[in-house]
């Protein structure tokens, strides 16, 4: 911050005492930075449940398919890294190779989606797990559903960069500010599901 | 004024932690099927929470550039992570879920 | 860049330009307007907010009165606290915030004019949706699964009005299992949780977008610890409301699914846990109270120094106690759980933790009273209603430390000592404060000075009506009168100090009248303000009133704190301040560049979406509630595609359509005034 003389003569720029940060970059932050507090109250409302037992119905922990949920989590750890090779591409003006990264990246993200569809329809038809089974069940479907809704906005608005570049042959600047804004969302919903896997999946045991 | 382009890593390095991660994650999920049939309990828990807060990090840190970005967004963000942890593990241990042992 | 070419004209729609009538309201993205939007909405709800504590009053004034049935005085007592909370503290702090922060930090509009035009209509049609409530909510007997008779919401018994039990009367805290699907069957209920949803998710908005002003947009020179008080305040808000909005948005997510989807988080019957739900709200409720009280706080930090003639005494430790409180702020909020059942360890933390509150909250009292000594003190309107607001908040604080005492606060739980004590914090805090704000800053507005006269008037009858109504709440409570109940026996001899309540209570609302009549009456008849009317500090004083479109004619490099203080005024030997001889020429000075800005002024351009994405959440709200129908299935996808529309609309629009000739543009804008 620096208390720059009267008779300078400024640019644009210089107008104001910022960060420096871009605004639209800062706020996602801020508003990231909240959904700790939102994830958080999903997550301890399940830990809360999860192993309360002497209720009726299917527990989550009993029927989880850890193979399964472990490739589907892999899927969606290793789409933040298409997003950052994204990124990398369009830095270096290499448009072409923007939008591959950018579709892989979306596409992953599809896949994890179309993992959780398959779950959930399993748990509900296999095991009878429902919203009503119980209040860990109940958890766990908000817990997730909440998830996968973070995640399905995001492979839209990754779909949308990626149409918008097939368009127009390619990302401008501003373009690429919302590309960076979307791949802190996408990362900060890999994080996330990150603590979910272990703290949801790997270390949640069935009522005694 | 920021010196952010510099010192973003490499798409090699976005690949070695990449790999990384990977590997982190296998980890993960063997612990899963040792603590199966070894019963560590609390020893499992102890590792399965550290890989996931050193995957959290890695993420953070590297993808999102935090490590790289000025101050102010990595205060906000590491308050919000910390206040979540703090805030809901009371919650948790005032319900009886949590049990904190002197 | 030479983008103007290639892009074709922005969108489907002309982008609205004009900058008058109300066709300019609708689309407007002006922080002034919209806090103005913020300020009329926030008074209304007062109205009808206090209009429902008067029929509160009217039932209690005797002993077994039947002038409500039990249903309209629950609905009654949900309502007003909900109003008063959510749709008018909030709300009229969001105005003050809306319109101050960027005059106070030297800037032109927020950081995201658009989504701050978002917020405020998510919030206007989620205080409509709450109140629609009236028209389309109904209350239906419980279906408990015992056979259990919940709240007395939809017998009625005796009494009348009992149309009004047809909203949510769950109370504003909506505690669970009772405001749950057994309990509260009917949609009123519903209502609550959803509306609620809408304007926590307006506050979260403008959270984020005060946070990036605040952090981005300050003029040049204007460091943090030069910032007046006030915008230091809101910023603190605006972190409480970051980290506090979500907390609540889950819970209320949890009731709507334990209400439409057969969730079953808070139902005992299915194992839910109602504690559950304590914990979550608390843990957003009472950061909330810091909320509510805050931008209060930095209002009489603005107001007591200009009226003192002195610098606020201890700047940095008034700043760093606001900051002290929010942190803490957040680790208390089982204290409004103490009769609950938390364990013995949990009850003495949170008795400790609640107490050191009473540090920086003291700190801050300390630095207003010095503040004021040995000042040269002028008792204006605005000055009358920051000082009653340290007296008044003074005592409500103390109450508050006799419930941190937790035996204590067996007693007092849930009987009117709370009552007592929560409006003295909140009427006696923050609405004092907000008042003291609006005579202050009504020639920012208007260009006018509201009548001293009627503003005196007004003080004192809402000061005395406030301790007539609420003093006497402290014995009554602890006489044992409970709250939330709609009848006392005659037996209890409760009723003579409940007649002195109910006076009080048409004192409060003849003083508010007053200031409605002052309010227009200045506006006509007021005296001109001039640009300086109060002999200020800060520097939203340095430009024209009423506030030029533009803000600043010129982005003002700021030098010090209270930095319009020192362009006026020097220090002599003693360190007293003596005015500068040239002090009205530069004030003249300053109005003369503040109405003629040496070059074009480029503004954000208004836009319809931020209008057309709320209204399409209002849709989908509303189609969540009759999710079951077909036609509430069909309002959710109507409300989707609306939403969805003005999400793209929103995206290929730039925030500010390109000048290429500023000449045509200026053109334009008036044939669209026509």
Redesign the interface.
């Known amino acids: 911050?620096s208390?720059?003389a009267?008779d300078t003569p400024?640019s644009h720029h210089?107008?104001?005492?910022?960060?420096?940060?871009d605004?639209?970059?800062?706020?996602m932050?801020?508003?990231?930075?909240?959904?700790?507090?939102?994830?958080?109250?999903?997550?301890?409302?399940y830990?809360?449940?999860s192993n309360?037992g002497?209720?009726e119905g299917t527990y989550p922990s009993e029927i989880y398919d850890?193979?399964f949920t472990?490739v589907s989590?892999?899927v969606l750890?290793?789409s933040?890294?298409t997003?950052?090779?994204a990124h990398?591409a369009l830095?270096k003006g290499d448009q072409n190779g923007t939008r591959t990264w950018l579709f892989a990246t979306a596409a992953l993200g599809a896949v994890f989606l179309g993992g959780q569809v398959f779950e959930f329809t399993e748990f509900v038809t296999k095991y009878d797990m429902?919203?009503?089974s119980?209040?860990?069940a109940?958890?766990f479907?908000?817990l997730t559903g909440?998830h996968g809704t973070h995640v399905a906005i995001g492979v839209i608005m990754l779909l949308?960069l990626w149409g918008i570049s097939r368009r127009r042959g390619g990302l401008?600047e501003k373009q690429g500010m919302s590309l960076e804004l979307v791949?802190?969302y996408w990362?900060?919903v890999?994080?996330i599901w990150?603590?979910i896997?272990?703290?949801v999946y790997?270390?949640s045991v069935p009522p005694a | 004024m920021t010196t952010e382009h510099d010192t973003h890593p490499s798409p090699a390095q976005y690949w070695k932690i990449a790999a990384l991660l990977a590997v982190l994650t296998v980890f993960e999920v063997a612990m899963f099927y040792i603590d199966r049939e070894l019963g560590l309990g609390g020893l499992n828990a102890l590792i399965l929470i550290s890989l996931a807060l050193l995957k959290f990090v890695i993420v953070v840190g590297w993808y999102m550039h935090l490590r790289f970005e000025n101050a102010i967004p990595s205060r906000f963000f590491t308050a919000g992570a910390i206040l979540a942890v703090g805030l809901y593990l009371v919650v948790l241990s005032a319900m009886g879920v949590v049990v904190i042992r002197g | 860049m030479t983008a103007t070419a290639e892009r074709p004209r922005t969108t489907i729609f002309k982008r609205p330009s004009s900058t008058t009538g109300w066709w300019s309201w609708l689309t407007t993205v002006d922080h002034k307007k919209i806090g103005i939007m913020y300020g009329y909405a926030a008074f209304f709800f007062f109205i009808i907010g206090g209009l429902e504590a008067l029929m509160l009053r009217i039932q209690l004034a005797s002993a077994n009165a039947e002038f409500l049935t039990a249903g309209a005085y629950n609905a009654m007592f949900t309502m007003h606290a909900t109003t008063m909370v959510f749709l008018f503290i909030m709300p009229a702090s969001a105005a003050f915030m809306n319109y101050l922060i960027p005059l106070m930090i030297g800037a032109r509009d927020v950081a995201f004019p658009r989504l701050n035009a978002l917020s405020w209509w998510i919030f206007f049609f989620g205080g409509i949706f709450l109140y629609s409530t009236f028209i389309f909510g109904t209350s239906v007997p419980p279906i408990g699964p015992d056979g259990i008779a919940g709240n007395l919401a939809a017998g009625g018994g005796p009494g009348s009005f009992n149309w009004l039990a047809d909203s949510p009367d769950g109370g504003w805290f909506g505690y669970q299992p009772n405001a749950g699907p057994f309990y509260s069957p009917g949609t009123a209920m519903d209502y609550w949780a959803l509306g609620l949803q809408l304007i926590g998710l307006a506050s979260l908005v403008s959270a984020v977008n005060f946070i990036v002003t605040v952090f981005n947009m300050r003029a040049k020179g204007m460091r943090l610890l030069r910032m007046p008080v006030f915008v230091w305040m809101g910023t603190v808000v605006a972190f409480l409301l970051l980290f506090s909005i979500p907390i609540i948005a889950v819970a209320l997510f949890m009731v709507t699914f334990d209400r439409q989807f057969g969730t079953l988080f808070f139902a005992p019957v299915g194992g839910g846990d109602p504690i559950l739900w304590q914990h979550l709200f608390w843990l957003f409720g009472h950061p909330e109270v810091y909320i509510l009280i805050l931008p209060a706080m930095g209002i009489v930090s603005e107001v007591l120094p200009v009226f003192s003639k002195k610098p606020l005494f201890g700047y940095s430790a008034v700043v760093f106690a606001g900051a002290a409180i929010a942190f803490l702020g957040f680790g208390v909020w089982a204290h409004h759980m103490f009769s609950s059942g938390i364990t013995p360890v949990a009850q003495a933390a949170f008795g400790l933790a609640t107490m050191t509150i009473a540090i920086p909250t003291g700190i801050k009292i300390f630095n207003w009273l010095g503040t004021m000594w040995g000042g040269r003190i002028r008792m204006t309107t605005p000055m009358l209603f920051a000082v009653g607001f340290i007296a008044m908040f003074t005592i409500g604080g103390l109450s508050g430390v006799t419930h941190a005492v937790v035996p204590s606060d067996w007693q007092q739980t849930d009987t009117y000592y709370i009552v007592a004590h929560l409006h003295y914090v909140l009427f006696g805090g923050s609405v004092f404060g907000l008042f003291a704000g609006l005579y202050y800053w009504y020639p920012k507005l208007t260009g006018k000075i509201m009548n001293e006269r009627l503003g005196k008037i007004n003080f004192w009858l809402m000061f005395i009506g406030f301790n007539t109504t609420f003093a006497p709440m402290h014995w009554l409570g602890l006489q044992g009168m409970v709250r939330r109940t709609w009848k006392y026996a005659p037996e209890t001899g409760l009723e003579p100090w409940n007649v002195v309540v109910t006076i009080g209570a048409f004192i409060i609302a003849t003083g508010v009248a007053v200031f409605m009549y002052n309010w227009y009456h200045s506006r006509r008849h007021g005296e001109d303000s001039g640009l300086d009317p109060w002999d200020a500090r800060t520097i939203e004083w340095t430009i024209p009133n009423p506030t030029p479109e533009y803000n600043f004619a010129v982005s003002p490099v700021v030098s010090k704190l209270d930095h319009f203080w020192h362009l006026k005024y020097d220090q002599d030997d003693e360190g007293r301040a003596v005015r500068k001889e040239d002090a009205d020429q530069i004030i003249a000075e300053l109005q003369h560049v503040g109405l003629n800005p040496p070059e074009p002024i480029h503004l954000p351009t208004p836009s319809y979406f931020p209008l057309i994405m709320a209204a399409g959440l209002l849709l989908m709200f509303y189609g969540i509630i009759y999710h079951t129908t077909a036609w509430g299935k069909a309002l959710i996808a109507i409300g989707a595609v609306v939403s969805l529309a003005a999400v793209i609309g929103w995206a290929i629009e730039p925030v500010e359509e390109p000048h290429d000739k500023p000449g045509e543009e200026r053109s334009e804008k008036v044939q669209a005034g026509v």
Request: hydrophobic fraction near 50%; charge should be negative.
């Open positions: 911050m208390d720059v009267h400024v210089d107008e104001h005492e910022s960060t420096g940060i605004n639209r970059k800062l706020g932050w801020v508003f990231l930075s909240s959904e700790f507090m939102f994830f958080g109250a999903l997550i301890a409302t830990l809360l449940y309360r002497g209720f850890i193979p472990s989590s892999f750890l290793m933040s890294l997003r950052v090779l990398n830095s429902t919203l009503s119980n209040p860990a109940s958890a479907y908000l909440f949308s401008s791949g802190l990362h900060f890999d994080i990150i603590v896997f272990t703290v790997l270390l």
